[in-house]
């Protein structure tokens, strides 16, 4: 069963037969539903038609987006620390090669997300890197 994700948001919800009939994010008085009707999009059609570029903040410090813009054009930062990588925040495409890019610079050892609007694909995130804990701040 595909696990749906919000082209407007970037949210992927549980795995179900149909897409959820709505959003949560997007219902939110914060947020809005697309003027076009809510739409859903799989992590492979994702990857199918779009990508994932980095570029250096800082030294350590990795900013990683997607291209064209997806959802709410949300970034995610990897820190390479000696004791362990975070990525700070989440975006909804993750595929082999930013997996495989991630573990050229050391692999990932938990997740931080600052704000439901980087919930996207966490979980997706998580179990490519062998389960990494996920810390929420809200
Ligand atoms: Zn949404």
Redesign the pocket.
């Known amino acids: 069963m595909p696990a749906f994700i919000?082209?407007?948001?970037?949210?992927q919800y549980a795995p179900t037969e149909k897409p959820p009939p709505a959003?949560?994010?997007?219902e939110d008085e914060r947020?809005y539903?697309a003027t076009a009707g809510?739409s859903w999009i799989t992590l492979d059609m994702l990857a199918r038609r779009n990508m994932n570029a980095i570029r250096e903040l800082e030294p350590n410090l990795i900013s990683i987006t997607t291209f064209p813009h997806f959802g709410i054009g949300q970034r995610a930062q990897l820190l390479r620390t000696p004791h362990g990588n975070i990525l700070w925040d989440c975006i909804a495409l993750i595929d082999r090669a930013t997996v495989e890019m991630i573990n050229a610079m050391g692999g990932l050892d938990g997740i931080a997300i600052s704000h439901p609007h980087y919930y996207t694909t966490m979980i997706e995130w998580s179990e490519a890197f062998g389960g990494v804990p996920i810390h929420l701040h809200h």
């Open positions: 919000c082209t407007t948001c970037g949210t959003c949560r994010i997007c947020q539903v809510q």
